[in-house]
């Protein structure tokens, strides 16, 4: 037990089978809990291993899922082979979506976990078993928005019904989806971290909203077209900016510097998010 670290915590590893996206989520009073508890991959399943975590749990979970494993099969043959086990908590969920969460028996108090479609819940030396109790509710309250939503929202709600016992600290957020990271080139859809902060899940909705911002996508409905009007207001707020030339260049060179690349296409066209803050800067 002596090279175990105790990541005191509650987290839930969940997916949404439709949307193809499996991810996890988590808080505690520990420093960087997303460096130690999330494991994720598409099309496999999600793994959270904490207490007196054993960090193997993560890659060898997923490489029985990625066998065809139940996730109450990966739990069993995880603990089985640990000597450990009564001292960790886990949680799998599976590529069906089937769910299996474990708690030690020398788990501090309170320590527990809660399991449904689609999702496992679990904590250890909380306030008590109503802070499993909200993130599993809130998880099956919000059955059809996106999977980052409402694991960022069961965190909320954990800690406002008590939460860790000792306090906060770290927070992450993980989720992914095949080919759905950056430029497509990536299967991490979110890969979000606050490993030390006063307030660490507000810091997580702050790093969450930047990251939709910088790299999220607005239907190209939704894009504003670029009339003769809009155009000479986007060279006159490039040029202030240090950006002049042709407008597509123009354009292109400013939203590569501001990390908005994946949101422009040419310049017959405008990402409002990204006329937004253009506007803001200039």
Same mark, same amino acid.
């Given at each position: 037990? !002596?090279?175990?670290?105790?990541? !005191?915590? %509650? ?7 439709? !949307?193809?996206? +499996?991810?996890? $989520? /988590? ?12 494991? $994720?991959?598409?099309? #496999?399943?999600?793994?959270?291993? =904490?207490? %007196?975590?054993?960090?193997? %749990? ?34 799998? #969920? ?15 108090? +309170?320590?527990?976990?809660? /399991? ?34 409402? @694991? ?5 709600? $954990? =800690? ?22 950056? $430029? ?13 902060? #006063? ?23 939704? +894009? #504003?077209?670029?009339?003769?009007? @809009?155009?000479?207001? &986007? ?7 240090? %950006? ?15 990390? &908005? ?19 803001? =800067?200039?």
């Amino acid at each position: 037990m !002596a090279r175990s670290v105790l990541v !005191a915590t %509650y987290s839930i590893a969940a997916c949404d089978l439709e !949307a193809e996206r +499996w991810g996890v $989520a /988590t808080q505690s009073k520990f420093l960087g809990v997303g460096s130690v508890v999330p494991w $994720a991959e598409p099309q #496999v399943g999600a793994v959270a291993t =904490q207490a %007196y975590a054993n960090p193997r %749990y993560g890659p060898q979970g997923l490489a029985l899922l990625r066998e065809g494993r139940s996730a109450e099969e990966v739990v069993d043959r995880l603990t089985s082979a640990d000597d450990g086990r009564e001292h960790r908590q886990l949680g799998v #969920v599976d590529g069906q979506g089937g769910s299996a969460s474990f708690t030690g028996s020398e788990c501090l108090d +309170w320590g527990g976990g809660r /399991t449904g479609p689609c999702y496992a819940a679990q904590g250890n030396i909380l306030v008590s078993g109503e802070t499993v109790d909200a993130i599993a509710e809130t998880f099956e309250s919000t059955e059809g928005n996106p999977l980052e939503e409402r @694991l960022l929202g069961c965190l909320d709600a $954990a =800690q406002a019904a008590g939460g860790d016992s000792r306090g906060q600290q770290s927070a992450a957020l993980l989720v992914v989806e095949k080919d759905g990271g950056y $430029a497509s080139l990536s299967d991490v859809v979110f890969d979000l971290r606050v490993d030390d902060h #006063v307030r660490p899940l507000e810091e997580l909705r702050r790093l969450h909203g930047l990251h939709v911002a910088i790299f999220g996508e607005t239907p190209k409905d939704d +894009w #504003v077209p670029v009339d003769e009007e @809009l155009a000479g207001e &986007l060279r006159e707020r490039l040029a202030r900016l240090g %950006y002049e030339g042709e407008l597509d260049d123009a354009l292109s060179r400013w939203a590569g510097t501001e990390n &908005l690349e994946e949101r422009v296409d040419g310049a017959d066209a405008i990402d409002p998010v990204v006329l937004e803050e253009l506007r803001r =800067q200039s």
